[in-house]
């Protein structure tokens, strides 16, 4: 069971990514899903969930309305579309599959991790 982030680069300030991760050896579909990330100096944190069906989703406070999560159950793929990115967004970014369905916020109701893909965003 493995799961792969994508997507990841080095884009300016104010620019978007989209990162995409996608679930291979088993189906995710019925799990919730999650983003999390770790700043360079910094604790690894939450960033953005989503429940198994893709109607619940839940943010952090520093990403609430520019970033967006959303999943295609039919391929396994969750993404991660940011939007006015920032420098404070420079970070590794980690996709999870949540062990119940719906959309978690703490790294405990997630069991299975990604490998995590850079995002560095310059001024």
């Known amino acids: 069971v493995q799961l792969q982030a994508s997507g990841g680069g080095l884009v300016q300030a104010g620019g978007s990514l989209r990162l995409s991760c996608v679930a291979s050896g088993r189906t995710f579909s019925n799990n919730g899903m999650g983003w999390f990330r770790r700043a360079p100096g910094k604790e690894r944190e939450f960033v953005a969930s989503i429940d198994w069906h893709g109607d619940n989703a839940r943010y952090s406070r520093s990403v609430r309305g520019r970033f967006s999560i959303s999943r295609d159950n039919a391929k396994n793929k969750v993404f991660l579309q940011m939007n006015s990115l920032s420098p404070e967004d420079t970070a590794v970014y980690f996709c999870?599959?949540?062990?119940?369905?719906?959309?978690?916020?703490?790294?405990?109701?997630?069991?299975?991790w990604g490998q995590g893909t850079l995002v560095t965003v310059s001024s």
């Open positions: 999870a599959a949540g062990r119940r369905a719906f959309s978690a916020t703490s790294e405990s109701e997630f069991r299975v």
